[in-house]
């Protein structure tokens, strides 16, 4: 009656397995490193840069415990965080002689200490927060005026181009703040503008009137679409932000909308505000312009005179200069899309790109009167140009879709791509709060919340213990295992363990007992109304399944109602609630059978379970008859 098939043995012998692999690397910690990144595209970190930073680690007298290839990084390991700082001033004196031209980012990092057989199985320690391993918090305001004014400065661009295809002459446009002024000389030539704009501009709301002499139409952003410039432009520097912070190879960096202006970054495990700060700012937008070809440019390429008026020098990946007008033709503001290729015809790594409607009639346009001439697409990035590649108009280019090659590798067309899709900032940004939380504060509060789950437990395995005698063993058991697995599913999920995530395994410890609790009062109560031993035990697991499952779904729905629309803390808790919630009803009901079953079910003559004891109501008196 009460025996467990093999294959269900089996399943909880590979579930223990699992949990304690995947549990192993959370008890090794974490060791102060130094990481080397590149900090634009074209700089390669490969086997080469690894050789070089452990040549300078060596010249420095300091050893490293590993120096690893991650990726795009070269990450050294030391034993102590004196050693590591002294290791990042080497590196950074070796490998970036001149800040102003800095090839490399040098910055600190924390490596978990997990043994090499325990990575081959792809075994991580969970991700440790801001508030546990220490890092910098910043708090952003975006300045939504400046986003309306640049997308009016927009319109009014695309304005200007509208009316001059449609022959509509006007007396000038102008942009005022947020609003666009049109000048007429006729009250015609204003209807007629006044149609091409509800026709082609549905974002624009405008009123007309007389202006002295004149007509003057005044076009604003309707407040919906204004609403959806800001929502895009903050989105926009989300995603900026988030390819920005790749270089710093922060593990779980946190950045998310609060409010309608603001955005929170948390980069755990970053001690360098400096650098933090620097990378933030960081972006690269496109430029295409034409190359100047006259003969003054091609002496100022050789070095033999100087560079024109009305161009500039900049030099190409390989270093070869080039001179090129100083009226830019596109910006990135008028590419959708970049994503990394190949050539069909060469097979070299390219970079393809997807123009807006005003850029591939404006990139048509100059392709089609600068056939044979050379047009040079730029990459700017921190204020520096650089030539990605410059190459020699063939034919008229239409349909909006442009590639650009330049002797590019794979990684190079994916970097650059990468960057040019997170353009510049869509509006400028301020930090308005600054908050940096040292390695010991983490330290710190992880011991805390460490012991907080612990004494929870060992509370309630003593109480399950006295209470419950042999089944309280086995619901403590239980619960071991339950926290056991939770801890594996997080690290194996490489979810992100707060302060909160600490509370809720300590809340989930008391709520997966409730499981074992309800189990075992069935059990008494089958045994109270004369059930025998193992017909109790099969009847109490049985009927206190359908309780079980109906307080865990009811509990898991609210869960699940924290991490859809929580936010941070909440949604932290949440990840670890949930989680709780589904390893408890594994170990608290499949799990603590099988060990039950495993001791009593092949007892063929079971007389008595240990249980605890089992209160039985005295009989009622019988009242005396008359």
């Not at 949990?19 to 595209?41: D, H, M, R």
């Not at 001149?98 to 199985?121: E, F, I, Q």
């Not at 590419?335 to 990139?363: C, H, M, Y």
């Not at 109906?550 to 936010?567: E, H, R, W």
Request: hydrophobic share 45%.
């Amino acid at each position: 009656m009460n025996r467990y098939p093999v294959w269900k043995y089996v399943i909880i012998v590979i579930a223990l397995v699992v949990g304690v692999v995947y549990t192993l690397p959370n008890f090794f910690g974490e060791a102060p490193a130094v990481q080397v990144s590149a900090v634009k595209v074209g700089v390669k970190v490969d086997s080469s840069t690894k050789v070089q930073v452990q040549a300078v680690l060596q010249t420095a007298g300091l050893v490293a415990d590993a120096v690893t290839l991650d990726g795009s990084s070269v990450k050294a390991r030391f034993g102590n965080t004196e050693t590591q700082l002294r290791a990042k001033d080497a590196l950074q004196k070796a490998l970036i002689p001149d800040p102003a031209s800095a090839k490399y980012v040098v910055a600190l990092n924390l490596l978990s200490r997990s043994p090499t057989w325990l990575t081959a199985l792809r075994a991580f320690p969970m991700y440790l927060g801001l508030d546990l391993r220490g890092g910098v918090h910043f708090m952003l305001q975006v300045d939504m005026a400046a986003a309306l004014t640049k997308k009016a400065e927009s319109l009014a661009g695309d304005i200007r181009t509208s009316l001059r295809e449609k022959n509509v002459r006007h007396s000038g446009i102008n942009r005022n703040g947020q609003t666009i002024e049109v000048r007429f000389r006729d009250a015609q030539t204003l209807a007629a503008a006044k149609e091409i704009l509800l026709d082609q501009f549905t974002d624009l709301q405008s009123v007309d009137g007389p202006d002295g002499s004149d007509y003057k139409l005044t076009a604003s952003i309707k407040p919906a679409a204004a609403r959806r410039v800001q929502d895009q432009s903050l989105k926009q520097n989300i995603t900026t932000l988030h390819n920005r912070i790749n270089e710093l190879g922060v593990a779980e960096p946190v950045i998310q909308q609060q409010g309608l202006d603001r955005i929170v970054v948390q980069l755990p495990g970053v001690q360098d505000t400096a650098k933090a700060k620097d990378i933030l700012g960081r972006t690269a937008t496109l430029e295409v312009r034409m190359v100047d070809e006259s003969g003054e440019a091609r002496a100022a390429e050789g070095g033999t005179a100087a560079v024109p008026f009305g161009s500039e020098r900049f030099l190409e990946r390989s270093g070869q200069p080039v001179i090129v007008k100083k009226q830019v033709i596109l910006t990135g503001e008028n590419l959708i899309d970049a994503q990394p290729g190949f050539d069909s015809q060469t097979q070299e790594a390219v970079v393809n790109l997807t123009l807006d409607a005003k850029g591939a009639r404006i990139f048509r346009d100059v392709t089609r009167e600068s056939i044979g001439k050379r047009m040079a697409i730029l990459l700017f990035e921190k204020g520096k140009g650089e030539v990605v590649t410059a190459p020699v108009i063939r034919s008229e280019i239409g349909g909006g879709r442009v590639q650009i090659s330049g002797r590019m590798t794979a990684m190079e067309a994916t970097d650059t791509a990468l960057l040019l899709r997170a353009g510049s900032l869509a509006a400028p940004m301020e930090i308005i709060e600054e908050t940096t939380i040292g390695p010991s504060l983490g330290a710190e509060n992880i011991a805390k919340g460490f012991n907080s789950v612990t004494y929870g437990f060992v509370a309630v395995a003593i109480f399950m213990c006295m209470y419950y005698v042999l089944f309280g063993l086995f619901s403590s058991i239980s619960l071991a295992v339950n926290l056991l697995l939770l801890v594996a599913v997080l690290s194996m999920l490489q979810a992100t363990l707060t302060l909160p995530g600490m509370a809720a395994m300590a809340l989930v410890l008391g709520m997966a007992i409730d499981a074992n609790v309800l189990i075992n009062e069935r059990v008494r109560e089958e045994l109270r109304n004369g059930a025998s031993a193992q017909a109790a035990i099969h009847s109490g697991y049985d009927r206190a399944w359908a309780t079980i499952l109906d307080s865990n779904v009811t509990t898991l729905i609210a869960g699940l109602a924290l991490l859809a629309f929580g936010s941070g803390p909440v949604r932290g808790f949440a990840v670890v609630h949930v989680l709780g919630i589904l390893t408890s009803m594994f170990s608290g009901v499949f799990f603590s059978r099988g060990l039950v079953n495993l001791w009593y079910g092949r007892q063929n003559k079971l007389k008595t379970v240990s249980i605890g004891t089992i209160w039985r109501p005295e009989p009622e008196a019988q009242a005396p008859s008359k």
